[in-house]
């Protein structure tokens, strides 16, 4: 289906259309938003090529301008780091109204599993700790997720350079910093 079909039935049989947000991007690049007419203020969304914005509760249109802006400035960048200046951007612009709480990313490739999956919760600067989770888990996740068995490869496989930094302690791998308990 493209991301407007799949919108269309999704809120179609959906009761609480009115009080939900949804955005599609279709493997086609088509995206598609909807925002029920009864979200918390300030709520809208922006879609395009290749992205779905949508926010409410918001201190107003500015925090999803600005996320648009941010993803369509950065389109030589890997999706998990323009999504992260995406989240960095609605935070500089704003934000949710009722201030800091939590921050995540949550991207699927080809895959079943997630590709990455990072949350902050109950933290005061939650976006600026998701950036620091994410420069850990780019140097050292990522590459791990990159060298698991996939739909293309049954076995997998590692490089010498990952399995190296894998079996270092985790206060001297790249972007390590943690206490090592």
């Known amino acids: 289906m493209s991301a407007e079909e799949a919108l269309k039935q999704l809120i179609a049989d959906d009761p609480g259309r009115d009080v939900r947000q949804l955005g599609i991007v279709d493997a086609k690049g088509g995206s598609a938003s909807w925002s029920g007419k009864d979200c918390a203020t300030w709520f809208g969304h922006r879609n395009g090529p290749n992205y779905a914005v949508q926010g409410n509760m918001l201190v ?21 780091e323009r999504l992260m200046i995406v989240l960095e951007a609605g935070q500089k612009a704003g934000g949710d109204k009722r201030g800091r709480q939590s921050a995540a990313l949550l991207i699927y490739k080809t895959e079943a599993y997630p590709y990455l999956s990072l949350r902050v919760d109950e933290h005061a600067y939650p976006v600026a700790e998701l950036r620091r989770v994410f420069e850990v888990a780019r140097q050292q ?39 090592g308990l």
């Not at 996320?67 to 999706?79: D, R, Y």
């Not at 350079?161 to 206490?179: I, K, N, Q, W």
């Open 141 to 179: 996740l990522l590459p791990f997720v990159d060298g698991m068995p996939s739909r293309e490869d049954a076995i997998g496989g590692l490089p010498k350079p990952v399995t190296d930094m894998l079996m270092t302690p985790p206060p001297f791998r790249p972007g390590g910093g943690g206490s």
């Open 60 to 80: 107003g249109e500015a925090t999803i301008a600005a996320m648009e802006a941010a993803f369509i400035g950065t389109e030589a960048l890997s999706l998990p």
